[in-house]
């Protein structure tokens, strides 16, 4: 049999649990929800169960593409003039980052609209892994060693991530059974209706919302100073929103929309796309010079416009309008622009730099089925900078941390505002058929990385392997989308292995260059799958980071057995 499938994801047991659901013959959105959900088990340091997961997805059958937001707003509680009275412009790290947890709600929408299976069925890795542990990886170990000052300031955070009062060492059990209760809670909830696969599935979002998970989390925050209420989870609902479809080197890339990254990929791709390929490659390479000035507009336009989409002052289509993106390209010249200006447009109506410590915190799940359906997630939230809830397991969505507490800031928090994502997975289209998943980890760093993969292929002939394996680039001259948003006019960090021509040619164009290592995971860790125009498929993950990918059959449902090992 053909190999008609591809999956790519931030962890091998995420990319078992694909695997296991495609081979018994689930679609897309049910292996990409069981490889997300797992990601939030082996990946804890990175990825939380209620944390954030925004999805878009193609359904081949319809051929519609959709987006669900998957992040939450603020709780009802949230003052931002009182929280810059005690905490300054910075949301501080602990409880009152918390915004509303956004992921179960997100899988689980998926699962219902445009899955096959229940909730126990793609829950199985995920509960063995919390349950019996897994092998501590090093790229986890590293982590949270690193942060360990952070992880030991929280009681119930230090239980789980300090083990014996130090960091877990690579090659241990990581064990977690308050999470494993938290999983088994959802399971039991959705067993109460055997034979009606839509309400065990709503009953499994109402033990999490509503029922014993939500108390555990509501008691702890009321006990605590924190802000979520019953009424706050309990009235969450994920939204779908409108995709940004543009024209890119004779493909049609979805991106996702302003209340996340997906905005600002998609400016860089209209700004590339409509310099041609001769601006952004020079001598067989990639113009590194070029493709930085692109990007430094598009970092500046996002400080200056883009937040929740129902609190923005433009229409966020504004930046990717042809007029605009002229403008924005005849401001780019041969020498580097340290921290270029936002481009105008008129209204319709104390920590270590980043670029030193990296941002870990974020995975990606990549699925293509044999019927062509596409799945591409982008999970989210770390643990080192909240509490954990006792009993649960859960690190409750940090993501406040991207907001500001600057009365009057674009991206002031509010009361139900959205916080503005990094997380923004893509797909893209090719003669209107399905051809590429893609996403990945790394902050500010992801769309930088995305469009360096994507121009590798399409405009240099890489193959996808070689497309993620080639060295990259990141400037950091913007305000950072972390707390304390800290900018570095004119920096760039590039790989170690980047070629010295094009080191020495950045340089004398006025740019501040400083090297990573070679194949870092702070350049991020890029999973795709990919369909060629004659049916094939192949995944790749990047090396840089604890990512696998799978090809395989993608058998019949008939005779589908979904408790089948």
Known sequence: MTETWAVATGHPTATRAAERILRMGGNAVDAGVAAGLTLGVVQPDLVSIAGVAPIVMYDAASGRVTSQDGVGGWPAAANVEEMHREHGNHVPEGLLRTVIPAAPASWIRALSEKGTLRFADIALEALEAAKDGF???????????????????????????????RPPAVGERFIQRDLAWTLEQMIA?????????????????????EGPIAEKIVQFHALNGGLLTAADLAGYQVREEATIPIHFRGTEVHCCGAWCQGISMAEALAMVEAAGPEAATRDGALNL?????????????????????????????????SEFIAERLSTIHDSSDPLPAPGLLNPSS????????GCADTSH???????????SATPSDPSYDTQVI???????????SQSRSIPGHLNALAPGKRPRLTPNPILALKDGKPWLAMGTPGGDVQIQAMIQVLLNILDLGMSPAEAVRAPRVATFAFPGSFAPHDVHPNKILCEADLPDAQVADLVSRGHDVEAWPEETWMAGGICLALRDPKGGVMAVAD???????ATGPNPSLEGFQPDEE
Do not use: W
């Not at 990007?295 to 500046?300: G, I, T």
């Not at 006792?390 to 406040?400: A, E, F, I």
């Open 135 to 165: 092998e501590v990886y090093p790229l986890f170990a590293n982590f949270v060693a690193s942060r360990q000052n952070k992880y030991a300031r929280f009681a119930s955070t230090a239980e789980i991530f300090l083990p014996a009062g």
């Open 189 to 209: 909830a959705e067993a109460t209706c055997p034979t009606d696969r839509g309400a065990g599935l709503a009953a499994a979002r109402a033990a999490f919302y």
């Open 289 to 321: 010079h070029f493709l930085i000035e692109v990007l430094k507009r598009v970092f500046a336009d996002r400080e200056a416009y883009v937040t929740d989409p129902d609190h923005m002052d433009v229409s966020p289509l504004m930046l990717v309008a």
């Open 350 to 357: 104390g920590e270590p730099s980043v670029f030193h410590i």
């Open 365 to 375: 799940v990549s699925v293509i089925d044999g019927a062509g359906n596409i799945f």
């Open 390 to 400: 006792p009993g649960t397991g859960l690190s409750v969505s940090s993501r406040g």
């Open 543 to 549: 090396s840089r980071r604890a990512g696998t990918a």
